[in-house]
């Protein structure tokens, strides 16, 4: 399939010298962790951004942060670029590798290292999943909020490579906001600590730099963050509408009148009934566009927050209001919600968006979307964090395809513009990685970007970290 976004060249050098580096890094790590024939490294040539691929030259799975670094001081010395990688569950292809690259995954690093429910934070491995967080401290009544769909597989390391997001991060905010401090090895093999167990450090937010950096600034191998109180109760409530227009008008508008619930995710049509095909959640099918709404906290807080949504939701021409009635509805509404990447899988292959837009273009923004794929004649389903109006419109097409797949990431550039047109930003949650990489500069001017670089190179100046992503490849400074 002819590719619409270039790589970096591959390091003759690298690749001329691949015998001996991988002789090299086998005598650097224990056995077992490392991984060069072609077979094996099948797995690591792609992510969940599937229509790129690149097999690496070689898998490192170091399990210890003295490991990492002693890969990383190898590489730096001999100029190989490295790729991290957590789950590999990336949508913008972050961690998808290059031909010269070693990728350095960090599964092996997956053990929990402290619990301290006096400070309210855990200290973990960069390999420990999302929800692992979650589910160590549940029964003594807390959880990690930032709460990506993939949480089941994604790691707290890759969710600060992207500065990940989910559907409850409307009131708990992202990674960033939940990240106190990291334990991270720098591009030549140094180990750095930043930030800790306080709630702010002295100096430049460097943490806040690292956080969606995308495996571009360091490795992070131990991350400490904040754990929340579970709240009293929590109710989803379904919302239907006659029009994805009203659904987004009145999102806009119980934002405005300062009412924050939990979550306020959307669904269109498509995307309601491929949801509801997988996950029978009992949403309603004769609806044009369903927000899910969450309220949490007493009885009286949950049924106050409920009444005034419903008020402006009426105002909007609420065709459909579904209170949940027991534990087992709500967790089959957040499944069908949770589920919906997967579930659009079972019926076409897809590239999801990720702009975010003003919640006052939420409308206009989902209208324009829907002409753009039907002008490229593709459809089109959409599910998102809207309280946040961070948009996902799923492309539907066939990856075998190829003028569908063209296509299809020419529907996904001209959305993605028009977010930016629109006051918003390319990306909410998924990150730049290679999909996003070369509309930068419809974002950001190049003095701008360059600014951007100049940070990058004060942490690595070779630029070997994931040196594909994020930069379009034209006005880079010289390595
Ligand atoms: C079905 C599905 C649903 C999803 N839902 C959401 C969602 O609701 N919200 C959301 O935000 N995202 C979502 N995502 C995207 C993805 O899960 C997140 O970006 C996630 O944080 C990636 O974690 P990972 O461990 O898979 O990282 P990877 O994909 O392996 O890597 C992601 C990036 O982080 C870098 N990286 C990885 N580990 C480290 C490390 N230890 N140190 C430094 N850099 C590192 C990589 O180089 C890469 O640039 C979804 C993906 C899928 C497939």
Known sequence: ??????????????????????????????????ISEERELKPFETDAFLAYRRLPLAV????????????????????????????????????????DAVVIGLSKMSRILDIDLFNRTATVQAGVTNLNISEAVSADGFFYAPDPSSQLACTIGGNIGMNSGGAHCLKYGVTTNNLLGVKMVLFDGTVIELGG???????????????GSEGQLGIVTEATVRL????????????????????????????????????????????????????????????????????????????????RIIDVARRHGVTKIRECQSALEAALIWK?????????????????????????????????????????????????????????PLILYNINDPEDAARAEAAGNDILKLCVDAGGCLTGEHGVGIEKRDLMLHQYSRTDLGQQMAARAAFDPEWILNPSKVFPLEGRPAA
Not at 3 to 28: C, N, S, T, W, Y
Not at 76 to 89: D, F, K, L
Request: proline share 6%; glycine share 12%; net charge negative.
């Open 228 to 307: 929340i109180a579970k709240p009293e109760g929590a109710r989803p409530v379904l919302f239907g509408f006659a029009s994805s227009e009203a659904a987004g008008a009145c999102v806009a508008d119980v934002i405005g009148a300062g009412i924050i619930p939990v979550a306020i995710e959307f669904m269109d049509k498509p995307a309601i009934e491929i949801c509801e095909a997988f996950a029978h959640a009992g949403y309603p099918l004769d609806v044009e566009a369903l927000l899910i709404v969450e309220v949490e906290g007493s009885e009286a807080e949950m049924d106050a927050m409920l009444q």
């Open 60 to 99: 490192a799975l170091p399990e210890t942060t003295e490991q990492v670094a002693a890969v990383l001081k190898y590489c730096s010395r001999y100029g190989v670029p490295v790729v991290p990688r957590g789950a590999g569950t990336s949508l913008s292809g972050g961690a998808i590798p290059q031909e």
């Open 336 to 392: 069908g919600r949770k589920s919906a990447f997967g579930a659009t899988g079972r019926i076409a292959d897809y590239i999801c968006m990720d702009g975010t837009v003003p919640l006052s273009q939420l409308s206009h923004v989902l209208r324009k979307t829907g002409e753009i794929v039907a002008g490229y004649g593709l459809r089109v389903a959409n599910v998102f964090h809207a309280g946040d109006g961070n948009m996902h």
């Open 197 to 211: 167990k306080a709630l702010d450090a002295a100096g430049y937010d460097l943490l806040g730099l690292v956080c």
């Open 1 to 34: 399939m002819p590719e619409m976004i270039g790589f970096l060249k591959p390091r003759q050098a690298v690749l001329d010298r691949r015998q001996e580096i991988v002789a090299d890094l086998k005598d650097l790590l224990p056995k077992g962790c490392l």
